[in-house]
């Protein structure tokens, strides 16, 4: 069955950066667009970015533009997301989700999510 | 951007009670709505898209309704599992949107 696994969360200072992977398995990866979608603790859920299956597509929330950069690995199953700049508003649970279609003309919902990793941005 | 709306925040039931929630679109979004619930600790998981259509392995007790800006999720009979946080989302437009979230807890 499908399984995402995200890594690479952490403590980091404000102004810093950090790497994000998403390790997948259980289906054909470079099928699929992928998606990051962000919960700050106690909250709802926020979407952050969307590459197309390919990685020749991308789109992004206007609250990370210019300082997220999302990219896929297909050779490797892996997503990531770079993030630069962090500040406290960019503290989360960062998901990786699974879209049902290959491009990104148009949003989608997401099928298939993992379990989530958590960025803190603190000094 | 458009804004969702759920309603009520959370609803206290009993096992076996009846659960309507309710999601509310700023501007139409024709049917494309999605509904997913999401359990302590872990990811959502995806229960209705488009409206009505339910996910794989998705059980019948689920059910989604409405078009436009009002959307409904119906749960016929609240089983253990169920009481869990349930968020809608549109797919109208650039960017995808969530709601608030409804906690559905026991009674």
């Known amino acids: 069955q499908v399984h995402l696994v995200e890594s690479g969360g952490g403590v980091v200072q404000p102004g810093g950066s950090l790497r994000l992977s998403c390790g997948a398995s259980?289906?054909?990866?470079?099928?699929?667009?992928m998606h990051w979608v962000r919960q700050a603790p106690g909250k709802g859920l926020e979407w952050v970015a969307v590459?197309?299956?390919?990685?020749?597509?991308?789109n992004y929330a206007d609250s990370v533009k210019g300082r997220f950069t999302v990219s896929r690995d297909n050779s490797k199953n892996t997503l990531y997301l770079h993030m630069n700049s962090l500040t406290s508003e960019d503290a989360a649970l960062y998901y990786c989700?699974?879209?049902?279609?290959?491009?990104?003309?148009?949003?989608?919902?997401?099928?298939?999510w993992g379990q989530g990793t958590l960025v803190t941005v603190s000094s | 951007e458009i804004l969702l709306t759920q309603s009520p925040a959370t609803l206290s039931l009993s096992p076996g009670e009846r659960a309507t929630l309710s999601c509310r679109a700023s501007?139409?979004?024709?049917?494309?709505l999605a509904w997913y619930q999401q359990k302590r600790g872990q990811g959502p998981r995806l229960l209705i898209y488009?409206?009505?259509h339910r996910a794989t392995d998705i059980p019948a007790r689920f059910s989604g309704s409405g078009s436009g800006t009002d959307f409904t999720l119906t749960i016929s009979s609240l089983e253990p599992e169920d009481f869990a946080v349930y968020y809608c989302?549109?797919?109208?437009?650039?960017?995808?949107?969530f709601g608030q979230g409804t906690k559905v807890e026991i009674k």
């Open positions: 989700a699974k879209d049902w279609v290959a491009t990104i003309s148009t949003p989608r919902h997401l099928d298939f």
């Open positions: 259980g289906f054909t990866f470079s099928c699929c667009a």
């Open positions: 590459i197309s299956h390919d990685g020749n597509d991308e």
């Open positions: 501007q139409s979004v024709s049917s494309y």
């Open positions: 488009d409206a009505s």
């Open positions: 989302q549109q797919r109208s437009n650039w960017p995808p949107t």
